[in-house]
């Protein structure tokens, strides 16, 4: 079982590296956004697309070593919060502006836990927002830097509420853990 399910992860990685930076190029977008809370708005909102490089894993013994947890889990929330590109955790006084971004979190009931510790829940992050869902929570986590627009991350997997993924995961210290790629 284990077997099969690695394969499928490599089945449905398809990684591609590509330059880290920011698109200079903002798309302004009139969005009608269904919150958290369930009331529909329209928000005028500059997306920016950033790109990062990511490993490539040549077979599955390599991208299960390279993963301290991997499990199957669905998706119960999803919420936004700001942290510090260096050390995964909320900004300090001495995080400078750069160094900020817009991190996606996803809440996870792990069904069935493959590698690393066996819990009933957790918390993943993952670089950059969403684009058009939860405008309005993506903005209030940004604060005075929503002005500068949702920052979205190129290559990002649509990972929906109430669903079930595989998730295969990196832990940073003792920070929550992120995807090993986003493919």
Do not use: H
């Not at 369930?38 to 599955?60: F, H, Q, R």
């Not at 993952?126 to 002005?147: P, R």
């Amino acid at each position: 079982m284990k077997i099969k399910l690695v394969l499928l992860v490599v089945a449905v990685l398809i990684l591609a590296s590509c330059s880290a930076g920011q698109n200079p190029s903002n798309k302004n977008a009139l969005v009608a956004d269904t919150g958290m809370n369930g009331s529909s708005l329209a928000y005028e909102v500059d997306y920016n697309t950033m790109s990062a490089d990511w490993p490539i894993y040549k077979d599955v013994t390599e991208l299960t070593e390279a993963a301290d947890a991997i499990l199957l889990g669905k998706v119960t929330g999803i919420s936004f919060q700001v942290l510090d590109d260096r050390t995964a955790r909320p900004p300090s006084d001495e995080t400078e502006e750069w160094n900020r971004s817009l991190n996606t979190i996803y809440d996870i009931d792990v069904i069935t836990s493959y590698k690393g510790d066996s819990l009933k829940n957790i918390k993943v992050r993952m670089l950059g927002g969403q684009k058009a869902v939860f405008v309005e929570e993506q903005l209030a986590a940004l604060g005075e830097d929503a002005e500068n627009g949702i920052p979205i991350l190129e290559g990002m997997p649509e990972i929906k509420i109430g669903e079930t993924y595989l998730f295969v995961l990196y832990q940073y210290k003792d920070t929550m853990p992120t995807l090993v790629n986003v493919g």
